[in-house]
């Protein structure tokens, strides 16, 4: 499956984006999808998931701020962001897994597929 990220931009603190992850090429509703970002010198870090039958699960920092769906008919998962903080200024990446181990969802290499960055900046 490929996929394409969208919907990253500068924002200032308090305000909102939502970004948006395109899939093509496989049957998009069996896959779990995630998002990760990395900010500059850091590791990449986990932030939200959402599994075929739409549970959702997010990193404690963006808990309440977040919230990820999924739209199967347009093969397009999204990660709408409210309230950002100077802290969430980073690359945003998504992925995605067929058979994602549900204990291990929170891990980078678990997934096998990646789309291309798109960067959030949050002014402060």
């Known amino acids: 499956v490929q996929l394409q990220a969208s919907g990253g931009g500068l924002v200032q603190a308090g305000g909102s984006l939502r970004l948006s992850c395109a899939a093509s090429?496989?049957?998009?509703?069996?896959?779990?999808i995630a998002w990760f970002r990395q900010a500059p010198g850091k590791e990449r870090e986990f932030v939200a998931g959402i599994n075929w039958s739409v549970s959702t699960w997010y990193t404690e920092s963006v808990k309440g701020r977040f919230t990820i769906s999924r739209d199967n008919a347009k093969n397009t998962a999204y990660l709408q962001m409210n309230s950002l903080k100077p802290e969430d200024t980073a690359a945003y990446y998504c992925a995605a897994d067929r058979g994602l181990s549900l204990n291990l969802r929170y891990f980078a290499n678990e997934y096998q597929y990646w789309g291309q960055g798109t960067q959030v900046t949050v002014s402060s």
């Open positions: 090429g496989r049957t998009f509703a069996n896959y779990a």
